[in-house]
């Protein structure tokens, strides 16, 4: 079992940023694939962004430009860095990690194990 401590998140007006870190507290991530989900009320979940542990990153449309994911595995944690951002990105944000695996980044049934969620709210 793997538990994923995520944190950052809050309030921010359209343009600003903010930083959210998952980690996994006593548990080497080297071998995992990093991803973050969100879930904005009503919808389902979509997929943001990914890095595999090799290093490749995927992002979405929506956030290229915007968004950058990265990982550390000496501290055992992955972090997304959200730039510009929009009133559309309002959403609970999730991390999830899998086993590194050549399926699609994109597919959340591949992930194994998911944060708790921290809400990213957005004013216009």
């Known amino acids: 079992q793997v538990r994923l401590v995520e944190s950052g998140g809050g309030l921010v007006q359209a343009g600003g940023s903010l930083r959210l870190s998952c980690a996994t507290p006593?548990?080497?991530?080297?071998?995992?694939?990093w991803a973050w989900f969100r879930q904005a009320p009503g919808k389902d979940h979509e997929y943001v962004a990914a890095?595999?542990?090799?290093?490749?990153?995927l992002r979405a449309d929506s956030v290229k430009g915007r968004f950058t994911i990265s990982r550390d595995n000496a501290k055992n944690t992955a972090s997304l860095q959200m730039n510009s951002l929009k009133f559309e990105d309002t959403a609970i944000y999730y991390c999830?990690?899998?086993?590194?695996?050549?399926?699609?980044?994109?597919?959340?049934?591949?992930?194994?194990?998911w944060g708790q969620g921290t809400q990213v709210t957005v004013s216009s």
């Open positions: 999830a990690v899998r086993n590194t695996s050549l399926s699609p980044l994109t597919y959340t049934d591949t992930y194994e194990y």
């Open positions: 006593g548990k080497s991530s080297r071998y995992y694939d």
């Open positions: 890095i595999r542990s090799s290093g490749y990153i």
